[in-house]
Each structure stands twice: as structure tokens, then as C-alpha cells.
């Protein structure tokens, strides 16, 4: 089992920038691969992007490429995303997770919902124009 907190979501202005946090409770978290996801209400939860579990391989929506940048700090057992330019339609709820499964550099890292087992409670990020 992985208990994922995000924090550092909130309110900022557009073109202005935040800092997520993912911390995990193992400390094998990292073995494990991460992704961001994002939700609006009534929508489905969206991919931002993911992190191998080595850190060495990223993924990107289109929509925030460019602007947000996700790294990792093992020794801390926390994944961050800095999204940087932000826009208001950015907002929304921002979601860590991890698979239900070691990953290797055998393994693709996921990027779909699905295949992710382990989430947080979410962080509301709301950006005002």
C-alpha cells in the first residue's frame, strides 16, 4: 500500500506559477513510476504528466508543455510539478498517483488513468484571469 498527500495548490493569478508536491509514505516509493492527473467538476480525470521511476524519463500533456516540469527527489520520497504560465484553464483538482506495481527499465511508464492504482486526495489549483 502507498498513501500519496499532495500538497501546494491555491489561488494565483494568470501567467503566475506554483509548485505541487507528492509525498509518499514507502520508501520504496522509488520504485515506483508517477503520474499527475487533473480533474474539473463533471470531467474526466485528465493526464498532466508522469516520472519514471528513476526520474531519468517524462511525459507531457500537450497542453502543458513548456510550461510545467515534473522531478523527483527520492531521498525525500516526494514528486513535484512546477507549473509555470499558468492559465485559467489550468484549473482544476490535481491529482498524484502511482501504479500497484514496482516499475523497472523494462516497464513503460503509464499515462492513462487506468493504470495507476495508488491516488491522493487532490489539490484544488485555481488560476484567475
Known amino acids: 500500500q502507498v498513501q500519496l498527500v499532495e500538497s501546494g495548490g491555491g489561488l494565483v493569478q494568470a501567467g503566475g506559477s506554483l509548485r505541487l508536491s507528492c509525498a509518499a509514505s514507502r520508501r520504496t516509493f522509488s520504485s515506483y513510476d508517477v503520474g499527475w492527473f487533473r480533474q474539473e467538476p463533471g470531467q474526466e480525470r485528465d493526464f498532466v504528466a508522469a516520472i519514471s521511476w528513476s526520474g531519468g524519463t517524462t511525459y507531457y500533456a500537450e497542453s502543458v508543455k513548456g510550461r510545467f516540469t515534473i522531478s523527483r527527489d527520492n531521498a525525500k520520497n516526494t514528486v513535484y510539478l512546477q507549473m509555470n504560465s499558468l492559465k485559467p484553464e489550468d484549473t482544476a483538482v490535481y491529482y498524484c498517483?502511482?501504479?500497484?506495481?514496482?516499475?523497472?527499465?523494462?516497464?513503460?511508464?503509464?499515462?492513462?488513468?487506468?493504470?495507476?492504482?495508488?491516488w491522493g486526495q487532490g489539490t484544488q489549483v485555481t488560476v484567475s484571469s
Open positions: 498517483a502511482a501504479p500497484g506495481h514496482y516499475s523497472d527499465s523494462t516497464s513503460a511508464v503509464p499515462t492513462s488513468s487506468p493504470e495507476y492504482d495508488y
